[in-house]
């Protein structure tokens, strides 16, 4: 084991690394003395809405993505994309090292908040592996919960054309009305977190998102390998 302690963050497309740094933001401030290795296939998330599924080819590339994070020694394996985690499921099978889901600790929180949760996201791909995950959560915690959801579509898009106003807008109108049928709303993509406040605010229901929690959620499990 490494003197330096280190996380290795699994990037699916450019959105953390040129326009949202948020992970890395929280991840310093978290645990300040370990190291941060990136690795990156800048076009899987791309290549899984194209395709509309995490096809065989799509999870492979996921699980090349973890294994070199574990070679190049990570204590702690942060998946920074929602729409992938049934590749990082098969991942986690593959490798050694702890992988945290950036939407663990989000969906498990969801599931003690409300009965009904609605799940928002930009990327139609995010949607299934999401409500699933909160589905598993509810499941574990032996809650009876209902989940809907919604797309703001083609909100990413615009995002990574770098117009954030008229993505912001989309998400919050898509928020508004999908705050009618739930109790609280869990925001699908770590993209969409600085507008958690903005929501809860709008609508008056808690919002949840995951960047914060997940990176929490890897420094406890980097602080337990290293314990």
């Not at 941060?36 to 590339?61: K, N």
């Not at 993505?65 to 994309?81: K, M, N, R, T, Y």
């Not at 739930?182 to 969409?192: G, N």
């Amino acid at each position: 084991m490494s003197a330096t302690p280190s996380i290795a963050v699994l990037h699916t497309s450019l959105v953390f690394v040129n326009v949202e740094p948020v992970i890395n933001d929280y991840l310093a401030e978290l645990a300040p003395d370990a190291k941060v290795l990136h690795f990156v296939d800048s076009d899987v998330l791309a290549t899984v809405m194209r395709d509309g599924e995490v096809s065989p080819a799509s999870t492979q590339r996921m699980v090349h993505l973890a294994q070199a994070a574990e070679a190049a020694g990570a204590d702690v394996i942060f998946s920074a994309c929602s729409s992938l985690g049934p590749a990082i499921d098969v991942a986690r099978r593959l490798v050694s090292v702890p992988i945290v889901k950036i939407d663990d600790a989000m969906t498990a929180s969801a599931v003690e908040t409300a009965d009904a949760i609605g799940v928002l996201a930009t990327v139609p791909t995010t949607l299934p592996p999401t409500c699933s995950l909160v589905k598993e959560k509810a499941q574990a915690a032996g809650r009876d919960i209902t989940v809907k959801e919604a797309l703001s579509e083609g909100a990413f898009s615009v995002l990574m054309s770098g117009d954030r106003d008229r993505h912001d807008a989309m998400v919050l109108d898509g928020a508004r009305a999908l705050a009618a049928e739930v109790d609280a709303i869990v925001l699908a993509q770590a993209s969409m977190a600085r507008l958690a406040p903005v929501i809860a605010e709008a609508i008056g229901k808690p919002v949840l998102s995951s960047p914060r929690s997940g990176a929490e959620d890897a420094v406890r499990v980097l602080q337990k390998q290293r314990a």
